[in-house]
Every structure is written in C-alpha cells, then in structure tokens.
Nanobody
Framework: QVQLVESGGGLVQAGGSLRLSCAVS????????VGWFRQSPGKEREFVAA????????YYADDAKGRFTTSRENAKNAVDLQMRSLKPEDTAVYYC???????????????????WGQGTQVTVSS
C-alpha cells in the first residue's frame, strides 16, 4: 500500500504562484509514476502533470506547460507541483496520485493510478 497526503493549497490572486506538495509513504519502491489531477464542480477529473518516481522524466497537460513544474523531492519522499501565472480557471481541488504500471507520458488517464490523496483546494481570484 502507498499513502499520499497533499498540502499547500489555498487562495491566491490571478497571476500569483502556489506550491503544492504530495508526501508519499508506504511501499514506494513499487511506484513508477506520481501524477497531479484537478477537478472543479461539474467537471471531470483532468490530468495536470506527472513525474517518474525513478527518473527525472516529466509530462504535462498542454494548459500546464510553461506555467507548472512538477518534481520529486528525494530527501522528503515527496512530489511538488509549482504553479505560476495562475488563472481563475485553475481553481479546483488538486489531487496527487501514484501508480506502478505506466510511465509518466502514459499516465494521463486517472485509471492509470492505483492510489490517491485526499485533495487540496486551490482557489484563484480574479
């Protein structure tokens, strides 16, 4: 089993920045990819970014490219999502997820992940 706990959400003005963190614990040696998803009311959960647990490989949704950066923090056994130039449409609950079956570029579907965190709210005001 793997446990995921997100932190760092909050309220920020448009154009601002926010850093989310996902603490990963348990059988982490089984993992292949850690991803970030978001979901806003009435919408499906959508892929944001993913990073390989074993290499520095990353993959981003088109809307995240150039604004968001995900990286593994080895010393903390965590994965961060640095978000810049935030827009009101980035408002959502952000989830981190972990999976063992697929690499980062092949992990844009929520079904690719086996474990999920509880989510953290990000609100961007205009």
């Amino acid at each position: 089993q793997v446990q995921l706990v997100e932190s760092g959400g909050g309220l920020v003005q448009a154009g601002g920045s926010l850093r989310l963190s996902c603490a990963v614990s348990g059988l982490t040696f089984t993992l292949n990819t850690v991803g970030w998803f978001r979901q806003s009311p009435g919408k499906e959960r959508e892929f944001v970014a993913a990073t390989s647990w074993r290499t520095i490989s990353t993959y981003y949704a088109d809307d995240a490219k150039g604004r968001f950066t995900t990286s593994r923090e080895n010393a903390k056994n965590a994965v961060d999502l640095q978000m810049r130039s935030l827009k009101p449409e980035d408002t959502a609950v952000y989830y981190c997820a972990a999976g063992s079956r697929y690499s980062a570029p092949n992990s844009v579907n929520p079904a690719a992940y086996d474990y999920w965190g509880q989510g953290t709210q990000v609100t961007v005001s205009s």
